[in-house]
């Protein structure tokens, strides 16, 4: 044991600050727990929760009578109950599963049997007027579609971000570069090494998405799941594309995935993804310009208008996807362990929802606690286009970042406070700061200078000196 | 919204570039009477302010003055002209009847122009959108963000960076690389020539760089930072090399997006706004002047010329 020495007592602690190890931390805190949440990189959402579609899903596709389904329906009714008293956005889009071939048509009365069991009933087929009154801009040979009206979209980092602050706001604690090194448990307690120190729990809740297997193994001995990380890239267009279409575009899914999503953005932008790629690595979310090529081309095809509209980004995020479809949650009562495995792409709706059936679980081990009388309600910052930004009310100082309307009150407000932004990427998940079309060709300087110190990974490697 | 103040004036001039300010001195010196400059940085004067390097000056006032200098003197003779610059002020919204919405430090206010001048200039082509394989680590950039890094914070996003392209500009990024002590690994061009017709094999063994032509970047390789390039050749031979950045240089393209998220046609080719011979918009009380209409980019004394001819279209508009 090389820690610092300290040794954190809590009830709760929590391996990874993905969106579900925040979402758990919120949970747990407001349960009356008290919580710590331990984070092996210096900011949260640094795995597979930095790179998704950003959609909040009904469920309508979701295997039957799953777990999953009933954590994504809990996570959707709760993140509309919660979201504006955290001050998170919500884009009311809908999604259209569009059918471009007679087969994929012949798909449609399966989708919505499966949609009416999972309870979404408001799910309905379109008339070719509606189509087109709905997205004018989709490419004419659309055979027919289904409509959802209750996916929405959200903003993907400052949810997660809202859940741990909440957390921490209530008493919790987060340890950012403290990946759990080793770990034993002595009937009672567990206790934990982390480079930052010692965390002494009485139940542990591994979060650590796509090292979730690895964390298992290296505590409990062993891991029921395998992890088969699935990468998936993303093209993202200009926002003079973002009035383009107004819905989530889905594709009819195979038995594979669930297809290439066009989708508007809550920051204004439309982006076209993902790829679904197996691959070795848990860290590698590199892009290839074949890959992005192609789903350029597949934008294209499907909304013509895209014609000459600039890409602003590229990006991979990767899933943590087991060797089976399903969740893959361990209970360990005996031990006071729970691990959350296998949360793919509907963690971010999910999460809200994982989080609660944790807290049953726990009930059922024997956790008691005392509900937290008048929680705190925390809000975060908007980031959202269509609402108010920081550069709207008065007093900014003076706007850094350009295509995104990023002040510099807003970097200085994320760079400090009880979350500050651990990294630059951090940062950009917190403000958009060059995250728009010029990519830091007009801000990086001002950025430079103000994040001077800030990380380990700085955008300034020093002086320039003749 | 009814609280937000809207204000007049004859020409609103977006952008306090050389375009932009030498058509803003242009319309003062012609009799309009008020002229507004809009610009959203802290300080007027556009690129050039980060060029710290000669050749700039030479059309406008006879002799050669470093980038900084010579964005200091057109920003002054503009003020002596009496042009107004409305510094940290956004054009968020471009309206029919040159309905300007702002947004400042001091709020959301909207300007209503008689007419109209786009002068947002350009910018160079980042690395997302040429679809650039590999991992998206820190220390990738345009010359844009290395020169106002190096000259403007005293700052170097790298040391030993793989310069991509062979623009005019990469030479300037060349020279600031050199003032800023950072050592390029190399400099590559997809095509057989160089683009520019300087001469360039001097050029590029004068900083010390090695030029490689027929080469492409294959991919980007790095964790938090870039460790290393992987090239090809002509012969599609790749090779990996070890280096801390990648200044991806030149590919400007308009700085257009004000005109693209309005009601403005657009060249769908070029994401200029279109324009008649005389800068003209598809909107009558819009103009273009300078970088944002050029395609290939023209260095800034051809962008001052550029917005003195547009400047006297639009005169010759409001008088007649």
């Known amino acids: 044991m090389k820690s610092g020495g300290q040794v954190i007592s809590t009830d709760v602690a929590i391996i990874g600050g993905g969106v579900v190890g925040c979402a758990v931390a919120r949970r747990m805190a407001l349960a009356g727990a008290s919580v710590v949440l331990m984070e092996k990189a210096p900011d949260i959402l640094d795995g597979a929760s930095k790179g998704n579609s950003a959609i909040l899903h009904t469920g309508f596709d979701a295997p039957v009578d799953s777990l999953e389904w009933q954590c994504v329906q809990n996570g959707h009714q709760e993140y509309l109950e919660i979201h504006k008293s955290l001050n ?44 087109h009154k709905l997205e004018p801009h989709l490419a004419g040979n659309v055979r027919a579609a289904l409509y959802i009206p209750r996916e929405y979209v959200i903003d993907p980092w400052s949810a997660p971000l809202a859940y741990l602050l909440q957390a921490i706001e209530n008493g919790g604690q987060a340890l950012f570069n403290a990946e759990v090194t080793a770990g034993g448990y002595d009937g009672e307690h567990w206790l934990l090494d982390t480079p930052q120190g010692q965390v002494r729990a009485k139940y542990v809740v591994n979060a650590a998405g796509l090292y979730g297997d690895i964390v298992d193994t290296r505590v409990l001995g062993d891991s029921e799941f395998v992890i088969k990380p699935r990468k998936g890239q993303f093209v993202v267009f200009d926002k003079a594309a973002g009035n383009l279409i107004n819905s989530v575009i889905l594709p009819v899914p195979t038995k594979i995935t669930k297809g290439i999503v066009l989708f508007p953005t809550i920051f204004g932008n439309m982006m076209v993804g993902p790829t679904a790629e197996e691959q070795e690595s848990r860290d590698d979310a590199s892009v290839d310009t074949a890959t992005l090529n192609a789903l350029h081309e597949q934008a294209l095809r499907m909304l013509p208008a895209l014609k000459g509209i600039p890409v602003t980004a590229t990006y991979a995020g990767i899933r943590s996807a087991t060797e089976q479809p399903e969740y893959r949650i361990r209970e360990e009562p005996e031990r006071n362990w729970i691990t959350l495995g296998g949360i793919r792409s509907t963690g971010l709706t999910a999460a809200l929802g994982i989080a609660r059936h944790v807290e049953t679980l726990l009930k059922g081990f024997g956790a008691a606690f005392e509900k937290r009388q008048n929680p705190v309600v925390s809000r975060v910052p908007n980031l959202a286009n269509h609402l108010s930004r920081d550069c709207h009310t008065p007093g900014y100082g003076e706007i850094v970042c350009h295509c995104e309307m990023v002040t510099d009150r807003e970097i200085k407000a994320a760079l400090s406070g009880k979350m500050p932004a651990g990294s630059l990427s951090g940062l950009k998940r917190r403000t958009r700061v060059t995250m728009g079309r010029c990519q830091g060709f007009y801000c990086s300087a001002r950025l430079a200078e103000l994040t001077e110190d800030k990380f380990e990974t700085p955008l300034s490697v020093g002086e320039a000196h003749d | 919204m009814t609280d937000i103040t809207t204000k007049t004036c004859d020409v609103a001039v977006i952008g306090g570039g050389p375009s932009g300010l030498s058509a803003a001195i242009t319309l003062k010196q012609a009799g309009v009477k008020s002229v507004v400059v809009l610009d959203r940085e802290a300080v007027a004067g556009g690129i050039p302010r980060h060029c710290g390097h000669p050749p700039f000056g030479l059309a406008e006032f006879k002799r050669i003055l470093t980038g900084p200098e010579y964005a200091k003197r057109i920003v002054k003779k503009a003020q002596q002209e009496g042009v107004e610059i409305a510094l940290k002020t956004t054009v968020v919204l471009l309206e029919k009847q040159g309905r300007l919405t702002l947004v400042s430090p001091d709020g959301t206010s909207q300007l209503l122009a008689k007419r109209v001048l786009l002068a947002t200039g350009t910018r160079e082509t980042p690395r997302s959108a040429r679809f650039v394989s590999g991992n998206r680590p820190i220390g990738i950039c345009n010359t844009g963000a290395l020169q106002s890094m190096v000259y403007l914070k005293n700052m170097v996003p790298f040391r030993s960076p793989l310069v991509v392209g062979t623009e005019i500009v990469s030479f300037s990024a060349l020279m600031t690389c050199k003032k800023a002590g950072i050592k390029p690994v190399a400099m590559i061009e997809q095509n057989t020539r160089p683009s520019v017709q300087w001469p360039v094999y001097y050029a590029a063994s004068f900083f010390g760089v090695p030029l490689r032509r027929k080469t492409r970047i294959v991919e980007i390789i790095g964790g938090n930072r870039v460790e290393s390039v992987i090239i090809a050749g002509g012969n599609g031979k790749e090779e990996k090399i070890p280096c801390d950045g990648v200044l991806f240089t030149g590919l400007f393209t308009p700085e257009s997006s004000l005109a693209r998220m309005s009601h403005l046609a657009l060249d769908p080719d070029t994401g200029c706004p279109l324009v008649d011979n005389n800068g003209r918009c598809s909107d009558p009380v819009y103009f273009a002047a300078g970088n944002v209409i050029f395609q290939p980019v023209k260095v800034a004394g051809k962008c001052w010329q550029s917005g003195i001819r547009i400047a006297r279209a639009i005169v010759d508009d409001l008088s007649g």
């Open chain 1, 88 to 131: 998170l956005p919500l884009l009311k889009t809908g999604a259209m599963v569009a059918a471009w071939t007679e087969e994929e048509e012949a798909r449609f009365p399966g989708i919505l049997e499966k949609a009416h069991k999972n309870q979404v009933n408001d799910i309905r087929q379109l008339s070719q007027a509606e189509i």
